[in-house]
């Protein structure tokens, strides 16, 4: 059993599961490559001058590569199931069990639906500042979250968010994931 799975290639999802992994959560992140970050070029995004939304997501993806996720590229997630405090992701080529679900699907809501998330009234996932739905263990990041005002930077920092909330409740206090220079050297 994997401890996480990231459902959505797009900037929350890469987050998230970028944390995760780089923190030595087994992610499995699956990435239908239907973002709508492909349209973007990326002129407001802190610490990058400019960048096309291709270029982000061949970054983002080369990230998560290198910090070990298991990335399942065209792999669509067709269903899920929760029960006994874990997760049945079913694609067509396999189920996966997890014990954290991480739902960044844009605009597509139907997986949450389907395992009993609350909606809140303007038809996005209820979550709280760190991306928890009211099922346990399950997060929602990025545009399925959010009505209209959607960004990269907003989309990345959610993703953050519930990558720091899952480690902060592995380790059993507040995670901080901030690297310096002398730790990486």
């Given amino acids: 059993m994997a401890d996480v ?19 030595e959560l087994e992610t499995i ?3 239908t490559d239907e973002t709508w970050v492909h349209s973007a070029y990326l002129l407001n995004y802190p610490g990058v001058k400019q960048m096309s939304g291709d270029a982000f997501v061949d970054v983002a993806r080369e990230q998560v590569n290198d910090h070990g996720a298991d990335r399942h590229q065209g792999e669509e997630v067709t269903d ?9 992701v079913e694609t067509a080529q396999e189920t996966y069990e997890v014990r954290y679900v991480v739902l960044a699907t844009g605009q597509s809501r139907d997986l949450a639906e389907e395992i009993g998330c609350e909606f809140a009234d303007d038809g996005t996932v209820a979550v709280n500042n760190d991306g928890r739905t009211s099922v346990d263990r399950a997060y929602a990041v990025g545009w ?10 907003i989309s990345v920092g959610m993703g953050a968010a519930a990558a720091l909330d899952i480690l ?13 220079p002398a730790a990486i050297k």
């Fill in 5 to 23: 799975a990231v459902i959505g290639g797009g900037p929350a999802g890469l987050s998230a599961a970028l944390f995760t992994s780089k923190n």
């Fill in 29 to 31: 992140l699956f990435d």
């Fill in 80 to 88: 899920i199931d929760h029960a006994n405090g874990k997760f049945a």
């Fill in 144 to 153: 399925i979250a959010r009505k209209d005002m959607i960004q990269v930077a």
């Fill in 168 to 180: 902060s409740t592995e380790r059993g206090k507040p995670f901080h994931d901030f690297d310096t």
